[in-house]
């Protein structure tokens, strides 16, 4: 059984290659701190585009990227090597990737030799003013600031209740 | 003469990053031809290519099938094992059973995305000199 800490762990050390290796990003000195010194919920975070991607297995639910549009189009930007002023299909695609590589590294990190611990679906992209997500019933709730030179983002895994 | 690379990708973000982590490297030359799916890359293969660098997931065919279809293409070319065009798949799946998966498939060199320049450098460095 995985804990809520070895996950959060998990996506901070995942994003903190992200940043080493394809975005020009740093993490700041608090994320290195345990438990991280922030206090947000999922309905307090700003999040002009949700990137989503479904997670089945030995654990099921999503794993979603929460992003305000100028970090969104800054991280597009920067990947695409182009400068956008607003959401795009670019933009969606960019990120989209991102969230991939998030999905993925978790998936690499908690997996044994034998099994993987989970499969991934391709990556939703969600916009637009007063959208609500709806997770359904019995679902466990992690929420991952990232927080770095650019800004503060989000990552929220949501897992049926083991 | 500068080697050409197929990169076989659906995202173009992952292809522009090969691009931009050869830029400046031994491989800044290469000619990098781009084919946005397994399909398209089975219509740019040919025997001109040196090195074939490919995504896993993609809309259609796999990396995977992607990868045995061209061992089945170069074997009607009567190529020998040591004449094999190297693959290089790149890509967010990397626990060991699925490496294993793409050894098995003919893939020579795996990097798991993120990846840094050294590390598809190093790649290149490996399927091409041995």
């Known amino acids: 059984m995985i804990t809520h800490e070895q996950f959060i762990d998990t996506i901070v050390a995942t994003c903190a290659e992200i940043f080493e290796m394809m975005l020009p990003m740093t ?63 670019e933009v969606y695609e960019a990120v989209g990737e991102i969230i991939n590589m998030i999905a993925g590294g978790l998936k690499n990190r908690l997996s044994s030799n034998e099994h993987d611990i989970f499969d991934v679906s391709i990556p939703i992209m969600i916009s637009g003013k007063d959208k609500q997500v709806y997770h359904g019933k019995n679902k466990e709730y992690i929420l991952v600031p990232i927080d770095t030179d650019k800004g503060l983002f989000f990552i929220s895994l949501v897992l049926d209740k083991q | 003469m500068p080697i050409k690379i197929l990169v076989v990708d659906d995202a173009i973000v992952a292809r522009k990053m090969i691009k931009r982590h050869l830029t400046g490297s031994t491989y800044e030359d290469a000619i990098l ?92 460095n490996n399927v091409l000199e041995g």
Request: glycine share 6%; aromatic share 8%; charged share 25%.
């Open chain 1, 27 to 89: 993490m700041s000195n608090k994320m290195s701190q345990r438990p991280l010194p922030f206090d947000y919920k999922l309905k307090d975070i700003q999040d002009d585009m949700i990137a989503s991607i479904g997670l089945t297995g030995e654990y099921n639910g999503t794993i979603s990227l929460y992003l305000p549009l100028p970090l969104a189009l800054d991280m597009a930007g920067w990947l695409m090597e182009a400068s956008y002023a607003e959401l795009s299909s």
């Open chain 2, 33 to 124: 031809i781009e084919a946005i799916s397994a399909e398209n890359g089975l219509e740019l293969f040919d025997e001109s290519i040196n090195v074939v660098m490919s995504d896993w997931n993609m809309p259609g065919l796999n990396g995977l099938d992607f990868a045995r279809e061209i061992r089945n293409r170069e074997r009607t070319w009567g190529r020998s094992e040591s004449e094999l065009i190297p693959v290089i798949m790149i890509t967010t799946e990397g626990t060991a059973q699925k490496v294993n998966l793409a050894k098995d498939a003919g893939v020579n060199e795996y990097i798991v995305k993120p990846f840094s320049a050294a590390q598809l450098v190093d790649a290149l």
